[in-house]
């Protein structure tokens, strides 16, 4: 159980940067219609979002790494 949640933390993280280095490099106006930001025509980039998405996705990989230690044991 632990092992799954660990390996699905790390794959949401690495979606997640990527979402975040998409955001990056696309204008809202080219960003698809079912992400946040879109607007059509729009050449504003949305860096907040970008950065959101890069913190998120580096949260879940220091999760990921805190949940693959060894487990602890009570006395």
């Known amino acids: 159980m632990k092992k ?3 390996v699905l ?3 949401l993280g690495i979606v997640l940067i ?3 280095i998409y955001y990056f490099l ?3 106006g080219s960003l698809p219609a079912f992400l946040p930001g879109h607007a059509s025509g729009s ?3 949305h860096l907040k979002h970008g950065l959101a998405a ?3 996705g580096l949260g ?5 790494w805190f949940n693959s230690g060894p ?3 009570d006395s």
């Open 4 to 6: 799954n949640l660990t």
């Open 9 to 11: 933390l790390v794959v």
């Open 18 to 20: 990527g979402l975040g």
């Open 26 to 28: 696309t204008p809202a």
């Open 43 to 45: 050449t504003h980039k």
């Open 54 to 56: 890069l913190l998120l």
């Open 60 to 64: 879940l990989w220091v999760w990921a």
């Open 71 to 73: 487990s602890s044991k």
